[in-house]
Every structure is written in structure tokens, then in C-alpha cells.
């Protein structure tokens, strides 16, 4: 488990560097709440805290990390990344009571990233809001053609719904800075994930 741990750990990161911003006015995201939770880290090198919330199914581990800066207290990114080791996931399909939230990833397949991610965005912002209130998620993903289905339960879901549920509680999208908007945009503009809700 502390293996999965560790490379949901890096790919968030790589993800979260998509967004990383400057400072400039704007809302603070707060995250003292977030300290007592098991993956809270603080890293006085880079002036970033983090939280990362992971879940591990039979065949898709899978987490959501939330990032900030320690100066300015702005939210930095929210993003969620399905681990596959042999490749790097081209679809994401979330089952979430009738509705699917189907994400094509193939954007970043094509940028050569070696794993993919969904980050925290205007148009994803109703999925993350339904994954937090969640009562069982069902998870499909496409990995080099194969398809690969993962079932998880509402105790398996409580480490990502708690992080997701105090963070949403902030209004993220408004604790965001200027750059990190832009880039989110780009992100938007580029088709880095697209959304369709089925």
C-alpha cells in the first residue's frame, strides 16, 4: 500500500506543476483543516503545503491531492489521478448513482505523460461535488486499449470524500490567483480533459 502511496504521490505532483502559480490578491485557502489528516505534508523547501487522500481498489489505486503555498495562502490545484504501472490511462469513467462523468485524457497521452489526471476545473467542478457525496463509485478506465472496472464503496471513499468535502466547503475556485487561473484556462483551452456527463 506504501508503494501505491508513493507513486500517486509523484504523479500528483507532476500533475499539480500544470497549475503551479504566483502570488497575487485574492481569496486564501485555508488549511489548517487539513493538517490533522494522515496525508497532510509540508514542504518548507518549496514553501507548499499539500494533502493527498488515496484509495485502493482491487486494480485502480487512485487519490486526490490538494495543493497550496505557505506565503500567500492561495490553492495552488486540486487534481485526481487513476494509477495504471503498465500505461498511462486514456479514458477515466466515473459511475456515480446513474450519472457517468466520462473524462478523456487523451490530450495528455499525446504530451507524453507517463500517468493522467483530472484536475479541478469550472466544467469539472460537478463531478468533484458528486464524488464527495457519493454513496458508491464505480470506476472504468482505458489503458492502452484494455479496460480495466473497479468498485468502491462509501468506507473505502471516506479519506477522498473528507478531503474533498473541506475543500469544496472553500470555494477553490476562487482561491486561485490570477496565473493559476490562466493556467487552469490553458488547460480548458488546450482540451487537457474533456468532460462528458452520460
Known amino acids: 500500500m506504501r508503494f501505491w502511496k ?17 502570488a497575487t490578491d485574492t481569496k486564501t485557502f485555508d488549511f489548517s483543516a487539513l493538517e490533522s489528516m494522515e496525508g497532510y505534508e509540508k514542504d518548507a523547501f518549496d514553501k507548499t503545503e499539500s494533502c493527498l487522500a488515496a484509495v485502493y481498489g482491487r486494480t485502480l489505486p487512485w ?17 485526481l489521478s487513476v494509477i495504471r504501472s503498465d500505461a498511462p490511462c486514456e479514458e477515466a469513467q466515473f459511475l456515480i448513482g446513474e450519472t457517468v462523468y466520462a473524462f478523456d485524457l487523451s490530450s495528455q497521452v499525446e504530451m507524453g505523460l507517463e500517468n493522467t489526471g483530472i484536475i479541478l476545473t469550472e466544467s469539472s467542478l460537478e463531478f468533484f461535488e458528486a ?5 458508491e463509485v464505480s470506476i472504468r478506465v482505458t489503458s492502452d486499449g484494455d479496460e480495466y472496472d473497479d468498485t468502491y464503496s462509501k468506507e473505502n471513499l471516506q479519506p477522498v470524500q473528507e478531503l474533498l468535502k473541506i475543500t469544496l466547503s472553500q470555494d477553490p475556485l476562487s482561491c486561485f490567483n490570477a496565473e493559476g487561473l490562466e493556467m487552469v484556462a490553458l488547460v480548458e483551452n488546450l482540451h487537457f480533459q474533456e468532460m462528458e456527463i452520460r
Open 6 to 22: 508513493k507513486i500517486l504521490c509523484a504523479v500528483l505532483s507532476l500533475l499539480l506543476c500544470a497549475t503551479a502559480a504566483g
Open 63 to 79: 487519490g486526490i491531492t490538494v495543493q497550496g503555498d505557505t506565503v500567500d495562502h492561495h490553492l495552488i490545484a486540486v487534481a
Open 131 to 135: 464524488l464527495a457525496e457519493a454513496e
